[in-house]
């Protein structure tokens, strides 16, 4: 299993920024494909940005230039940076783990997508 904590939401006005981030669990964390994704009331879950074990970086085109993701293998933690917050970026963002291929380590199998339970981000006045 890899367990994921996230942290670092809460409230911020237009155009603030937030710096949230995800603790995981696990010996495996520096080879894996790690992401952000977010859902808003009655919308579906998207990505926002992911990094590879290797530090490559991909973002959704409506957060491109505010958001940075990253990541220190030497805690097992990832980034998110949210400069010029806007209202619609206000969700739930889920810290996702993505082992493909599988893995195998000192007897443990891990494969798939592993989830936080998310932490919430408002961009109001």
């Known amino acids: 299993q890899v367990q994921l904590v996230e942290s670092g939401g809460g409230l911020v006005q237009p155009g603030g920024s937030l710096r949230l981030s995800c603790a995981a669990s696990g010996s495996i964390f520096s080879s894996i494909t790690m992401g952000w994704y977010r859902q808003a009331p009655g919308k579906q879950r998207d990505r926002v940005a992911a990094?590879?074990?290797?530090?490559?970086?991909n973002y959704a085109d409506s957060v491109k230039g505010r958001f940075t993701i990253s990541r220190d293998n030497t805690k097992n933690t990832i980034f998110l940076q949210m400069n010029s917050l806007k209202p619609e970026d206000t969700a739930v963002y889920y810290c996702?783990?993505?082992?493909?291929?599988?893995?195998?380590?000192?007897?443990?199998?891990?494969?798939?997508?592993?989830w936080g339970k998310g932490t919430l981000v408002t961009v109001s006045s």
């Open positions: 990094i590879t074990s290797g530090g490559s970086t």
């Open positions: 996702n783990a993505d082992v493909d291929p599988p893995i195998i380590y000192r007897g443990h199998y891990y494969q798939g997508e592993y």
